[in-house]
């Protein structure tokens, strides 16, 4: 693989990874620990959801 296909590769993962953590972050700081388990609750169900099918 090419230097510049890696660094695209890359640079996509990261913009994907920050996408998923930026709202998690964003809900931890609003509303503390009783919102980051109010969080992670909804989406191990969307999880579980996505993966029965």
């Known amino acids: 693989m090419s230097t ?3 660094a695209r590769y890359r640079a996509h993962r990261l913009r994907t990874r ?3 953590i930026g709202p998690a972050l964003f ?3 609003l509303f503390g ?3 980051s388990n109010q969080l992670l609750g909804a989406s191990e ?6 993966s029965s099918g």
């Open 27 to 29: 809900a931890a700081a």
């Open 45 to 50: 169900m969307v999880r579980q959801r996505v």
């Open 18 to 20: 920050a996408l998923a």
């Open 4 to 6: 510049v296909r890696r």
């Open 33 to 35: 620990q009783h919102g």
